[in-house]
């Protein structure tokens, strides 16, 4: 993946894709922009409603905050629900530098 090295991790940043909703028995359901759905939990909710834009570090901290364990064992869990998330393309990983042109010339990424 792209999140190997920390030096990886510190380029990229995390903008979500697609839409949240729910499917009839009211199970969350996180829907890629080919219409796939999959299910999935609360957490990656709120996990995935904070990949507006964040690097992985900022992400990582964000999380850090709200979680008791230790932060290693954090940063392995947030890398491979970013990974599974990645897979099913609800989200996408993008170079920093990129993202500043594209705002330096006014278009939405």
């Avoid at 909703?21 to 796939?36: A, H, Q, R, W």
């Amino acid at each position: 993946m792209l999140l190997k090295r920390e030096s990886d991790a510190g380029n990229k940043i995390i903008v979500r894709r697609g839409a949240v909703s729910n499917d009839k028995d009211g199970t969350p359901l996180l829907i890629n922009n080919k219409g796939e759905a999959y299910r999935v939990n609360d957490t990656a909710i709120s996990l995935w409603n904070m990949c507006n834009g964040i690097s992985f570090d900022d992400l990582l901290h964000e999380v850090m905050r709200i979680s008791n364990d230790d932060e290693n064992s954090v940063r392995k869990s947030l890398e491979q629900m970013i990974r599974q998330f990645h897979k099913i393309s609800v989200i996408e990983l993008k170079e920093m530098k990129s993202i500043s042109a594209v705002r330096k010339s006014g278009k939405r990424t």
